[in-house]
Structures are given as C-alpha cells and as structure tokens.
C-alpha cells in the first residue's frame, strides 16, 4: 500500500497553503511525517508540480514524483503516480492534513483488507461544533445504512426539519483509499455537475454511480482549510511543545 500527498503551490482559500509553516516545519512535511508513521503503508509519496514544495520535502529525506501541472484535483495527480508505480491501493493524504492520525490511515487500510469489493473509501468523524457544522469550509457527508456514502456537501447536511444540528452530522476528512482499477477509471471520468458545483471531487464517483465506503475515524484531526485553521495548527502544535 503507497500513500500519496498531493500537493500545489496555488491555493484559492490559503496561498502557497503547502509550505505554511507550522512550528517552523512546512505543513506539506508534517503530512508526510504523520503519513510515514502508519504502520499499513510501505512507502509515501509527495506529488507535486512545484520545486518549491519539493525542495524542502527532500531535504527532510522524503521522495517527491512531480507531477503535470494541468491536474485538475488531486486525485488526478495521484493517477499520475499510479500510472508510473504500481501497488494495489493507493492512499490519498491532502496536503493540508498536518496532524492527520496513523491510526486512521490504519483504519483505512483495515477496511480496503477486510473488504474486497470496496473500490474507495474515506474517513469522517461526527461534528459536535455548531460553527463547525455551519462553515462552508467544513465538509458534511451523509450515509446510508450499509455505511457507504450518500452525498457530500459544504452545506449542513441532513437538514433537520425541527431545528439545531442533528446527532448524525458527520464531517469529511480528505483522506481516501482506492483500489488502482478504480483509481485509473475515477481519474478517466468527466467532472460532472456536482462537482463542479461544490468543488468536492468526491462527488465525481457518486454521480457517476459508484459507491465510497465511509470509515469512523479513529483520531480526527484538524484540518487546514483557511487561514484561521492555520492559526489554530499553530496554536495546537506550540502547546504541544510546552
């Protein structure tokens, strides 16, 4: 199993969001330290389009592809890598994932093992924070029974009818795995409308009738979406020092 970290110098919430610098380490090194300690994954892989992001990834010893710069996505990118390296499931790991748990890649990787017709998976963990549940930035998803999700979303979702933030909202975590047949076919696939619509490249395999299998994560981890969610990374890693 091979991790991927896609990352690009260009962000449109948090510019040049991969080299943020977060106890003095670049945000996209710490995804790949975090992502190194999983005990499921045999190798980890930054895929980049720029030098600048690739540098300071090799000189903290980690393998950098780089990869086309007319990728729309990340999975895109992570096509790239696999057309290039083979293995059987790939791990996506967001650049912006600084304090991304091992153990829920672990989780990941369980639920591929322990499952042979699950072609994609990923990870969400229940929102307790209204401001959380509300922000855009945030993004919801819901499930059916058999776990696999229904939609993804940047608006609160389910919508409870009577009022307040109902006890199954689940927030996304960008991580995923994908089976490699799958992962070549997903990347093959047109954008289609509701991706276009919520920026959510997930939504490319759910309209297109394919299922993704939705995992508990273990640890849930702060995501770094905007530049409040850097300040709070910051905060979090400084406290963890002291």
Same mark, same amino acid.
């Given at each position: 199993?091979?991790?991927?970290?896609?990352?690009?110098?260009?962000?449109?919430?948090?510019?040049?969001?991969?080299?943020?610098?977060?106890?003095?380490?670049?945000?996209?090194? !710490?995804?790949?330290?975090? &992502? +190194? *300690?999983?005990?499921?994954?045999?190798?980890?892989? #930054?895929?980049? $389009?720029?030098e600048? =992001?690739?540098a300071?990834?090799?000189?903290?010893?980690?393998?950098?592809?780089?990869?086309?710069?007319?990728?729309?996505?990340?999975?895109? !990118?992570?096509?790239?890598? &696999? +057309? *290039?390296?083979?293995?059987?499931?790939?791990?996506? #790991?967001?650049? $912006?994932?600084?304090? =991304?748990?091992?153990?829920?890649?672990?989780?990941?990787?369980?639920?591929?093992?322990?499952?042979?017709?699950?072609q994609?998976?990923?990870?969400?963990?229940?929102?307790?924070?209204?401001?959380?549940?509300?922000?855009?930035?945030?993004?919801?998803?819901?499930?059916?029974?058999?776990?696999?999700?229904?939609?993804?979303?940047?608006?609160?979702?389910?919508?409870?009818?009577?009022?307040?933030?109902?006890?199954?909202?689940?927030?996304?975590?960008?991580?995923?795995?994908?089976?490699?047949?799958?992962?070549?076919?997903?990347?093959?696939l047109p954008?289609?409308?509701?991706?276009?619509?919520?920026?959510?490249?997930?939504?490319?395999?759910?309209?297109?009738?394919?299922?993704?299998?939705?995992?508990?994560?273990?640890?849930?981890?702060?995501?770094v979406?905007?530049?409040?969610?850097?300040a709070?990374?910051?905060?979090?890693?400084?406290?963890?020092?002291?």
């Open positions: 199993m091979i991790a991927v970290v896609p990352a690009r110098y260009a962000s449109s919430r948090l510019p040049a969001k991969a080299l943020a610098e977060i106890a003095g380490v670049p945000m996209v090194v !710490r995804v790949w330290r975090q &992502a +190194s *300690k999983a005990k499921s994954v045999a190798r980890v892989i #930054v895929a980049t $389009d720029d600048r =992001i690739a300071p990834v090799r000189a903290a010893g980690g393998e950098v592809i780089m990869t086309s710069p007319a990728h729309q996505s990340g999975t895109d !990118r992570i096509a790239e890598v &696999a +057309s *290039k390296i083979i293995a059987d499931v790939y791990l996506s #790991v967001q650049g $912006d994932q600084p304090f =991304i748990a091992p153990a829920d890649l672990d989780a990941l990787a369980a639920a591929m093992r322990s499952d042979a017709s699950i994609m998976a990923t990870l969400a963990t229940p929102i307790e924070d209204l401001a959380e549940w509300t922000n855009p930035s945030k993004v919801k998803v819901v499930c059916g029974a058999d776990g696999n999700a229904l939609y993804f979303s940047r608006s609160p979702i389910p919508h409870a009818r009577d009022g307040g933030m109902p006890k199954e909202a689940l927030r996304h975590i960008g991580v995923y795995a994908y089976r490699r047949d799958f992962l070549m076919k997903f990347a093959a954008m289609g409308v509701l991706e276009s619509l919520e920026k959510l490249e997930q939504l490319r395999a759910l309209e297109h009738g394919y299922t993704i299998r939705v995992v508990k994560s273990v640890a849930p981890s702060l995501e979406d905007t530049a409040d969610d850097l709070r990374a910051r905060a979090a890693a400084a406290e963890s020092t002291r």
